[in-house]
């Protein structure tokens, strides 16, 4: 058992790996209706006694169609079903995506080929549906307006004239973790922790005290990179890879897209200064640099959106990076 490399004594929770060690593992099950149990209490839900992982890659009815692939798919004792997933990075229509994931724990619960009696006649199916909960981890501020400062949030269906729930069967749980700021001592309640302990895993030393619940003393003992064996520890190794590369090309757009930015506004100004005076010289000369600096700012940004391409980052999270057009990375 050996991890040279790695200075941080247990994993980051944010990887690929960890998640699905922690939450997506059957065998680790009690880790997620843990979590589940801390996360619904705060709105006084039922207690969640047992789960079962699901297949978590989730075919459309035609086969042209677009799949949907879960992080984590699983149901309780009573059949609701559960996503969980992380999010690193913003995507374009977030929301849009959580609705066409709810879509197929919806409607796979249609039973296929049943037969009930309704009176005189005859129904495949009453459509009476388990409730199911779209839970999105997300490593980034959704909602930017600063009276909405809530870590988590809940979206139902609701009436808008009556304020009141229209159906309960679909809730849309979403945790933005950098709005999660509470230090040790300031954690209140079983979801605290769990969000104190996923945000700050990587970089502690020891268990803080505060977490001596038997969940966290097991958690802390699967999480401890020494105790892997080496197919454990290579497979961490490039999920922690993936997730420092990821960040690490998005942050160099945009630092990119700053450097580009600035040059193009230095050489206009020179530009324009040298020319003033000159009224027909001038704008020629503006015109002529800011279409000379747009083509290179553009040609710039393709080259990166090549790189991301070959790095196999989806198309909508390069349009976020680079500001281009979808057409335009597709037709790379």
Known sequence: MCSEGLIERYINFYTDFAFKKFFGTPANKEFLI?????????????????????????????????????????????????????????????????????????????????????????????????????????????????????????????????????????????????????????LNNMIDKWLYAMKNLYHLIDRPKILQETIFKKLFNLAEISKYNSSELLAYRDSLKDYRDYYNTINSAKLEGEKIGVEKGRKEGIEKGRKEGIEKGRKEGIEKGRKEEREKAYQEKLEIAKKFKSMNISIDQISIATGLSKEDIENL
């Open 34 to 186: 843990s979590f589940l149990n801390a996360l619904l209490q705060l709105e006084g839900e039922e207690i969640i006694t047992n789960i079962k992982h699901l297949n978590s890659e989730k075919l459309p009815n035609i086969e042209s169609d677009r799949k949907a692939i879960y992080d984590v798919y699983c149901e309780n004792q009573k059949h609701e079903k559960f996503v969980v997933e992380m999010q690193k990075a913003s995507q374009i229509n977030f929301k849009d995506r959580t609705l066409f994931y709810c879509t197929f724990p919806i409607q796979e619960q249609a039973e296929k080929g049943y037969i009930y009696e309704l009176g005189d006649k005859k129904s495949s199916w009453d459509y009476n549906l388990k409730k199911v909960y779209i839970i999105s981890v997300l490593n980034f501020i959704l909602d930017k307006d600063p009276q909405h400062n809530n870590v988590i949030t809940h979206a139902r269906l609701k009436y808008d004239e009556y304020n009141c729930i229209y159906s309960d069967k679909l809730e849309f749980i979403n945790i933005e973790m950098p709005k999660f700021k509470k230090d040790e001592d300031e």
